[in-house]
């Protein structure tokens, strides 16, 4: 099993910035991936931003120079430094990892956090 606990949401004004936490806890053997996709209210879910084990990322262009995602190894967790935020940046942000368990038999799985609502005002 594996568990997603995600922090950092809020409220902030237009120009500002937050800072997103996912830590994943469980019984994980190796992860492939962690990110960040959000939702908006009435639309699809995007991505926003992931990084592989070995470092590499991937943005949507909607935010490349604006938010910058990175990640601790030895803690499992991810992170997602949100700066210029923008009123369109409202929705809720998922945590999002690609994992293999104990469980899992070297199959890769992928498993979702709850959600934490970002709303930038203007």
């Known amino acids: 099993q594996v568990q997603l606990v995600e922090s950092g949401g809020g409220l902030v004004q237009a120009g500002g910035s937050l800072r997103l936490s996912c830590a994943a806890s469980?019984?994980?053997?190796?992860?492939?991936?962690m990110g960040w996709y959000r939702q908006a209210p009435g639309k699809q879910r995007d991505l926003v931003a992931t990084?592989?084990?070995?470092?590499?990322?991937n943005y949507a262009d909607s935010v490349k120079g604006r938010f910058n995602i990175s990640r601790d190894n030895a803690k499992n967790t991810v992170y997602l430094q949100m700066n210029s935020l923008k009123p369109e940046d409202t929705a809720v942000y998922y945590c999002?990892?690609?994992?293999?368990?104990?469980?899992?038999?070297?199959?890769?799985?992928?498993?979702w956090g709850q959600g934490t609502l970002v709303t930038v005002s203007v």
């Open positions: 469980g019984s994980i053997l190796s992860i492939r991936s």
């Open positions: 990084i592989a084990s070995a470092g590499s990322t």
């Open positions: 999002n990892i690609i994992v293999i368990t104990a469980e899992s038999r070297s199959r890769y799985l992928e498993r």
